[in-house]
């Protein structure tokens, strides 16, 4: 079986928090049966990316493994493109590695659920682009006809305003801003006839 051991480098950027997310998370979600090739293949993607992006993708493994009781959804991060998603030319097949790093853009996959809809999660696509330092969702072919789509769009521009209003500057460390607004302000209504 496959084991996950952290060095931790001499320059502090480990703590002892965030070597335990990635061991709990590599052992509970990445070396499990049925073992997944291209779940490696995100994980590795993202340890091999700058501090400061690797450094949001453990609070996101860190949210998923601890729920926060401020939280009114719960979230999963997909190592893998997972099996909603329609992508135009056939690009992105279900089961492909989901941590795409292409361009100065990073492509990934966030699934919110909540109580009230147990049937009904929420797959969000999701691109950090590093030249802007923006967050968003990705292209509508990727998240079709949803109705949280509009919703999604909404929290990421008001993330978007709350970070220029204080005076800063989207970032790698903003992406989790825009995660946790979805976790804690994102309506969970379905609407008549969706």
């Not at 949803?146 to 989207?170: C, K, S, W």
Request: aromatic share 10%; net charge positive; glycine share 6%.
């Amino acid at each position: 079986s496959l084991h996950l051991s952290v060095t931790p480098s001499k320059d502090g950027f480990w703590s002892k928090n965030m070597i335990d997310t990635l061991v709990v998370y590599f052992a509970e979600k990445i070396a499990v049966n049925p073992f997944k090739y291209n779940a490696l293949i995100s994980f590795l993607r993202i340890l091999g990316a700058p501090k400061d992006i690797l450094h949001q993708f453990i609070n996101i493994m860190s949210f998923e493994l601890k729920p926060d009781p401020r939280f009114q959804w719960s979230l999963k991060w997909f190592p893998l493109v997972p099996p909603v998603v329609q992508s135009q030319n056939n690009v992105l097949q279900p089961g492909m590695s989901g941590a795409l790093f292409s361009n100065h853009k990073i492509l990934f996959f966030i699934q919110l659920e909540h109580p009230s809809r147990p049937n009904n999660p929420v797959t969000i696509p999701m691109v950090f682009e590093s030249q802007t330092g923006t967050t968003k969702r990705a292209g509508a072919e990727l998240m079709p006809n949803d109705y949280m789509a509009q919703r999604i769009q909404n929290h990421f521009r008001h993330v978007t305003a709350q970070i220029l209003e204080t005076g800063g500057q989207p970032g790698p460390s903003s992406i989790c801003n825009y995660i946790v607004e979805l976790l804690q302000k994102l309506d969970p209504t379905i609407p008549v006839g969706a």
